[in-house]
């Protein structure tokens, strides 16, 4: 990394101050973190495979009418993105019973749901991140009842679009978590823009056909080689040579060199965003 001024440090990025005002860059670290950073690891080739897939997926997002802050590929782990006020709420889509769900309330693990759950999370480590609904997230300030809209409207679409994504190259895409943050026009618009990352690290992926787990669950479980899992996604997306970057802990630079860099294209034109504002609550919050 060339010296840049830092910005925040988290468990598997660090942000830098961006070559232009409005610009950040996102650099993936190679560390694997579970339970709130009580399980910890480091793991060669990671951060490579989660930039390149995270560009690709916003990429493809941003296709489809969700505004991202990703802009392009800098270099196999860094991505310029657009600098964004990050909303302190994650929120989770769950199409298939797991994780805390089923810890929760008893849920057999691999239970189809009816239809899609949102559940909304706030993004306070100290606090393990807890579960909150969306009367604590208006009540609280973290959002208004016009950008919770617009987040929910958002995630719906991705979750569709990531459905068809994945099942086209044989996964299952069991739930997901999101974040958003707002960006601010010249003349105090407000956009809500798809922000930090869309990988495996907060998408649980199993095999369609096996059930093998892909995902982060390789690490908190015990399952196997984390890297193969997101290899093989990478692999299955075109987005890695058949043959991997990553072998036995080792990543092959020549391969990685022949790796063309990502450039989201369609985010140059500003003026494909919407703001939040001008579009009323289809159902206000009474608080």
Known sequence: MNKRKQLYEGKAKIIFEGPEPG????????????????????????????????????????????????????????????????????????????????????????????????EFYYKKDEL????????????????????????????????????????????TLVDFKLEFGRLWGPYDELYII??????????????????????????RQDLGDLVEGYQEIAKRLGLVPDTGIVREGNIDEKAMAGLTLIENELAKDGTRLRSVRKIPPSKPYKV
């Open 194 to 219: 798809l922000a930090d990352e869309v990988s495996p690290d907060n998408c649980r992926l199993w095999d369609a056909k096996t059930g093998e787990k892909l995902d982060k669950d390789r690490f």
């Open 128 to 171: 393990g991140d807890p579960m909150v609904s969306d009367h604590h997230i208006v009540t609280l300030g973290w959002a208004d009842p016009y950008e919770l809209e617009e987040i929910v409207g958002q995630a719906y679409r991705v979750n569709d679009y990531l459905n068809g994504l994945f099942s086209g190259i044989g996964l």
């Open 23 to 118: 610009t950040l860059v996102q650099y993936f670290k190679d560390d694997a973190t579970a339970f709130n950073a009580q399980k910890k690891a480091t793991i060669a080739g990671k951060g490579v495979l989660n930039n390149r897939i995270s560009a690709h997926i916003m990429t493809k997002l941003e296709g489809i009418g969700v505004p991202t802050h990703f802009l392009k590929s800098l270099n196999m782990r860094e991505q310029l993105v657009r600098q964004v006020e990050i909303i302190p709420i994650e929120l989770v889509v769950r199409n298939i019973a797991a994780g805390s769900l089923v810890k929760r309330l008893g849920i057999k693990e691999g239970t189809i749901l009816p239809q899609p759950i949102v």
